[in-house]
């Protein structure tokens, strides 16, 4: 039997961020006499993006690896095709709130502005505040159908998960989304109290550290929707991989798009959905 791939030796994803962001705060336990302790809870502020000085944007994310996140965003909602567009972004943080002010090339700002003009603002579900069909169910690039990853690259995903995820291991709540290189390594693991902000925070830091979604495969956590497959796709991912079921929807257009679709239930065989011929 083929042993399941070590993580990378050379790479700790736990060691990527030193600080804990998770606040740690006193409760009292409901009903007892004193009983009494302190906890640790995910982390979330409002995240407010602009391009250029124009207002677009607030979302609720964890305020880690917000670079990653707003790359990921300015991505996977289509407003750059290319990460090298974005020339700058400075966060500044306030009590309860992130402003993330981005800078644009001359070219991705005039493309940014043609599409607001025929298009409602977005929220961090990809959905919210849409008005009409043709936004909400966007048309997707058809991508060449990727080589299905090896099935001992899927061994122990979820304990790939389980070490990990720094910031559940002290909080939960927190979704998470790995990136698995073609080798078999995972390279990245990203954190987000928001599945679809796990997911932008992946999709951020593979393009700015230069790695290939396609090379490998995606993970995530979380229940796999459609906004989940419309920023795999844009991000050219060949494989998206979750531990939760997919909907019908999200599985009908990963066949559209010959998004390669699967499911690791917690316990039995993975299941492929996409491609299913």
């Known amino acids: 039997m083929t042993s399941p791939p070590r993580h990378d030796a050379g790479h700790d994803p736990i060691q990527e961020t030193l600080n804990d962001p998770s606040p740690r705060f006193a409760y009292r336990e409901y009903g007892a ?7 640790a809870l995910a982390a979330e502020v409002a995240v407010a993006i602009s391009y250029n000085g124009i207002n677009h944007a607030v979302m609720m994310a964890t305020p880690e ?7 990921g965003f300015t991505l996977t909602a289509g ?23 981005v800078t644009l090339s001359s070219r991705a700002f005039a493309g940014f502005k043609q599409q607001r003009r025929g298009q409602a603002g977005t929220g961090g579900c990809g959905l919210c505040g849409v008005e009409a069909l043709d936004q909400a169910l966007p048309p997707l690039p058809v991508r060449e159908r990727a080589t299905l990853p090896p099935r001992a690259h899927l061994d122990g995903l979820r304990e790939r998960f389980d070490a990990t995820q720094r910031l559940a291991r002290h909080s939960g709540a927190m979704h998470a989304a790995i990136y698995v290189d073609g080798a078999g390594e995972t390279r990245i693991c990203r954190e987000d109290i928001g599945r679809h902000n796990a997911l932008d925070k992946l999709i951020g830091a593979c393009a700015r550290q230069g790695l290939d979604p396609a090379d490998g495969f995606l993970a995530i956590t ?3 929707g459609l906004e989940l ?5 844009r991000a050219g991912a060949g494989t998206l991989v979750s531990l939760s079921a997919p909907s019908s929807l999200s599985v009908r ?25």
Not at 229 to 233: D, P, S, Y
Not at 256 to 275: F, M
Request: proline share 4%; aromatic share 4%.
């Open 33 to 39: 006499d004193g009983a009494g302790g302190e906890q």
């Open 65 to 71: 690896h917000l670079e990653d996140f707003v790359a």
């Open 79 to 101: 407003l750059v095709d290319d990460v090298r567009a974005l020339y700058d972004i400075e966060l500044t943080a306030l009590d309860d709130a992130e402003e993330v002010a």
């Open 222 to 224: 979380s229940r796999c």
């Open 229 to 233: 497959i419309h920023k795999a796709v």
């Open 253 to 277: 257009q990963a066949r559209r798009s010959e998004l390669n679709l699967i499911h690791q239930p917690r316990h039995g065989a993975p299941r492929l959905y996409s491609p299913i011929r």
